[in-house]
């Protein structure tokens, strides 16, 4: 059970992306560090090339961030994002402690009060129109940065 957290894995809402991560490095990873800053598998390639001494591609859209300050627990270490967005089994993006999902299920929702995501205050609040205005940007970027799938040659 991953209560008191609303949807499961993979959906648009915290339990399902609200997931554990457990690393160990010693010496390099602080023992007993937790951390409650946002964070995806999408940061590790960036992370792990950082470490190797590698450029990441500069020729297509990278959505990972290099988030080694936060896995070296580095005093006001925080999370790249400005904002997060979601974009399976539904839309949505957060920002700060709030968090909007486009739909009739979705809403707006205060996280740092609701964590369950159960009062939609699209009516209460203003920033939903900002945060309705940053999906817009992220499904056009999408749209931009979409790449057909790869193929491989049967001449290997």
């Known amino acids: 059970s991953n209560s008191p957290l609303r949807g499961q894995k993979g ?17 390099r990873i602080p023992a007993g560090t937790i951390s ?3 964070a995806t ?9 950082h470490l190797a001494g590698a450029d990441v591609p500069q ?21 790249p994002y400005q904002a997060f967005f979601y974009n399976h089994d539904g839309v949505g993006v957060r920002k700060g402690k709030w968090k ?17 995501e159960r009062k939609d205050l699209r009516k209460q ?7 309705e205005a940053m999906l817009a940007d ?3 970027d999408i749209q931009r940065h979409t790449r057909p799938a790869g193929r491989i040659s049967a001449e290997l």
């Open 11 to 27: 959906s648009v809402y915290e339990g399902g992306h609200r997931v554990p991560c457990v690393m160990q490095w010693k010496g």
């Open 138 to 140: 992220f499904d056009t």
């Open 59 to 79: 020729d297509r859209v990278i959505d990972g961030h290099n988030i080694l300050s936060l896995l070296e627990a580095r005093p006001g270490a925080k999370a």
């Open 125 to 131: 609040y203003p920033e939903v129109q900002q945060l």
């Open 36 to 38: 409650q800053e946002v």
């Open 41 to 49: 598998c999408m940061d590790l390639l960036p992370t792990f090339a």
């Open 100 to 116: 909007y999902v486009r739909g009739r299920k979705g809403g707006l929702f205060d996280l740092s009060k609701d964590i369950g």
